[in-house]
């Protein structure tokens, strides 16, 4: 499984400082990509990361306070579960 840390540097790359506050994930093949757009639409980001997870698509909200829990688990293996 995974280390948190990975995810936790992938949002961090694509927040900017408070710049952009949500994001897409798409997971294939171990490799994570990040994507977002401010609310402006004028900058578009995009960043990737080996993560081997299973393939998946997430929007993620709120990314300061997602990193901000995250951070409490660093260094701890991360089980992600989509339910629909």
Do not use: F, R
Request: hydrophobic share 40%; glycine share 4%.
């Amino acid at each position: 499984m995974p280390n948190v840390t990975g995810l936790i540097s992938l949002l961090e790359k694509v927040h900017l400082n408070g710049t952009i506050t949500e994001c897409v994930l798409v997971v294939s093949d171990g490799i994570c990509k990040c994507k977002a757009v401010d609310l402006t639409n004028t900058v578009y980001v995009e960043t990737s990361t080996p993560l081997p997870i299973l393939d998946t698509v997430m929007a993620m909200g709120n990314i300061p306070m997602l990193s901000k829990y995250l951070k409490t688990y660093q260094n701890t293996e991360i089980y992600i579960v989509k339910d629909d």
